[in-house]
């Protein structure tokens, strides 16, 4: 298993342009997330998806989309970079378990710098 | 909402010193607890977790107990080494959201040999 696999693995945008993040896995997760880490903030929840088709807000989406058409990707969507968005990007994947909690697996993460 | 509030770091420690990095968390219901670790250029991975009050979780010479009384999970080790460097984040889930995980802001260990 390769586990949660995201490209690229860095990427510098100019402003205004428009990218997209891929993450995979292949642990056939019903739950998908995607995280930014900033210096001094943790990590803050972008957007979620609970299975194909489903997909919801988390703490920080605006500038964000998302969808998921498979159960295996996952891809994260700047539709007009800004450099607010500078960051560094993790996707993560876990089971879904009713009320008892299964470890999220974490990719191992996008930095991306807007200019 | 949901809330993880750990020690500000940077932390600096010799090699065999104690360590201890506080965690308290605000939660609705009854959340599970997880302390993750970020060595330098990779991503997350779980170190531990407790899923019940007084359950303790352990790993790699890491220890952290689930108090519910003091809403805290506080990570200890007795001895640290300096593979140990790394950035230590505590996060909580709470029932039935296992997707999103909350996050404290980090903390940042430096072990000196």
């Known amino acids: 298993n390769a586990g949660v696999t995201q490209t690229p693995k860095f990427q510098v945008l100019k402003t205004g342009q428009s990218m997209t993040l891929q993450c995979a896995q292949d642990?056939?997760?019903?739950?998908m997330s995607w995280y930014r880490q900033d210096p001094g903030m943790g990590l803050r929840l972008i957007h979620y998806?609970?299975?194909?088709?489903?997909?919801d807000q988390g703490e920080v989406p605006n500038g964000y989309n998302v969808s998921r058409s498979t159960t295996e990707d996952f891809p994260l969507r700047l539709l007009s970079a800004a450099p607010s968005q500078t960051s560094v990007y993790f996707c993560?994947?876990?089971?879904?378990?009713?009320?008892?909690?299964?470890?999220?697996?974490f990719g191992p993460g996008t930095r991306l710098t807007v200019l | 909402g949901d809330s993880v509030t750990q020690m500000e770091g940077p932390v600096t420690l010799s090699e065999e010193a104690f360590l201890t990095i506080n965690c308290t968390y605000t939660?609705?219901?009854?959340?599970?607890l997880f302390w993750y670790v970020q060595y330098p250029g990779e991503g997350l991975q779980l170190l531990l977790k407790?899923?019940?009050?007084?359950d303790k979780g352990s790993n790699k010479g890491f220890e952290a107990t689930y108090r519910k009384e003091t809403t805290s999970f506080h990570l200890e080790k007795g001895s640290v080494q300096v593979s140990d460097s790394a950035v230590y984040f505590c996060?909580?889930?709470?029932?039935?959201?296992?997707?999103?995980?909350?996050f404290g802001k980090g903390t940042l260990l430096t072990v000196n040999p």
């Open positions: 407790a899923t019940k009050a007084d």
């Open positions: 939660a609705t219901g009854y959340p599970s």
């Open positions: 993560a994947s876990s089971s879904s378990g009713g009320l008892s909690y299964n470890e999220q697996f």
């Open positions: 998806s609970v299975g194909a088709g489903i997909t």
């Open positions: 996060a909580l889930t709470s029932a039935g959201s296992n997707y999103k995980l909350t």
């Open positions: 642990m056939n997760h019903e739950y």
